[in-house]
Nanobody, 126 residues
Framework: VQLQASGGGLVQAGGSLRLSCAAS????????IGWFRQAPGKEREGVSC????????FYTNSVKGRFTISRDNTKNTVYLQMNSLKPEDTAVYYC????????????????????WGQGTLVTVSS
């Protein structure tokens, strides 16, 4: 399993970025995909998750209404559209795969994810 996250960069508060997670080495539509982030000095947190067929999507409260996760199984890619970015969104963002079926109470638990990408840095200036 290989995951390649991209799309990070420097953006002003209120701006937008779209992250991509390109996958290879497995049957892409057999796995749920999650986005996590880790800011300097903070613990890793779950940002969003999408099930195998895209039928369910989960978001942490702080990004609801601003971020949108989607997937294109024909391109083996998951996207995270981030709008109205805030300085507190600054972090390294990682995508990861899960063999399980994400549910509301546990989709954000990192240990449920098996393979991780290398991360892409998002910096939001005030």
């Amino acid at each position: 399993v290989q995951l390649q996250a991209s799309g990070g960069g420097l953006v002003q508060a209120g701006g937008s970025l779209r992250l991509s997670c390109a996958a290879s080495g497995f049957s892409f539509d057999s796995l749920a995909i999650g986005w996590f982030r880790q800011a300097p000095g903070k613990e890793r947190e779950g940002v969003s998750c999408i099930t195998r067929n895209g039928g369910r999507r989960f978001y942490t409260n702080s990004v609801k209404g601003r971020f949108t996760i989607s997937r294109d199984n024909t391109k083996n890619t998951v996207y995270l559209q981030m709008n109205s970015l805030k300085p507190e969104d600054t972090a390294v963002y990682y995508c990861a795969t899960s063999n399980g079926t994400p549910i509301l109470s546990s989709w954000h638990w990192g240990y449920l994810y098996d393979s991780w990408g290398q991360g892409t840095l998002v910096t939001v200036s005030s």
